[in-house]
């Protein structure tokens, strides 16, 4: 957990978009079943939860949501409201890696799976962009 927590505080504009547009693409049918499994084997790791919630605090914020901000009504509409879907859609994906982590032992693999799949993608795609950039 704490590795998932250094990495969610961690994160950059571009994983956070990785991670957004992961998260966008789950099916939520199968998804929710996932969740709901998660939800009921949490409540005993709650202080756990909470604990994770605080550490990571407003790592899901984007750095450009945060300078759209600071331009008020000057701030482009269009990219004002993309990057909030952004900030919603990590927020969303880093509590299901969190979900997965905190309740592998007590949920199913394809439930677990299920909900740490973006947050893979996410991680993937870094990888792949570090490496493209060391090799140029």
């Known amino acids: 957990m704490d590795s998932l927590i250094q990495q969610a505080r961690a994160l950059t504009d571009e994983d ?6 992961a998260r966008k693409a789950v099916d939520e049918t199968f998804h929710a079943g996932a ?3 998660a939800n009921e084997m949490v409540i ?16 899901f914020l984007p750095e450009r949501l ?18 909030q ?14 979900l997965a982590l905190l309740t592998a032992d007590s949920i199913p693999p ?5 909900l740490y799949e973006p947050w893979k993608a996410m991680l ?11 090799a140029s």
Do not use: K
């Open 124 to 134: 993937a795609a870094a990888n792949q962009r570090h490496s493209s950039e060391a």
């Open 16 to 21: 956070r978009f990785e991670l957004a547009r």
């Open 66 to 83: 945060e300078e759209l901000a600071q331009l008020g009504s000057a701030a482009d509409r269009e990219d004002l409201a993309e990057w």
């Open 110 to 114: 394809p439930s677990r799976r299920q």
């Open 35 to 37: 969740v709901r499994a």
């Open 44 to 59: 005993p790791r709650a202080d756990l939860y909470a604990q994770a919630w605080i550490r990571i605090g407003a790592a």
């Open 85 to 98: 879907q952004v900030a919603r859609l990590v927020r969303i994906g880093i509590d299901d890696a969190l």
